[in-house]
């Protein structure tokens, strides 16, 4: 099980507000070839938005 997971990295960017979000979100997936695992309202406004993909695609 440990062979499938390697070189996948989970990428975290918090952003204030939805829309920053939201487009975060968008530009990420176009970007590289991650998946949108999810978000969390953090509080204060704070979103943070969570993708997962390879180790490169997630750095970039």
Do not use: H, W
Not at 3 to 27: C, F, H, K, N
């Amino acid at each position: 099980m440990a062979s499938a997971m390697t070189g996948i990295a989970l990428g975290m960017i918090e952003t204030r507000g939805l829309v920053p979000a939201i487009e975060a979100a968008d530009a990420m997936t176009k970007a590289a070839e991650v998946r949108l695992i999810g978000r969390q309202f953090v509080g204060g406004g704070y979103v943070t938005v969570l993708v997962r993909g390879e180790t490169g695609a997630v750095n970039a």
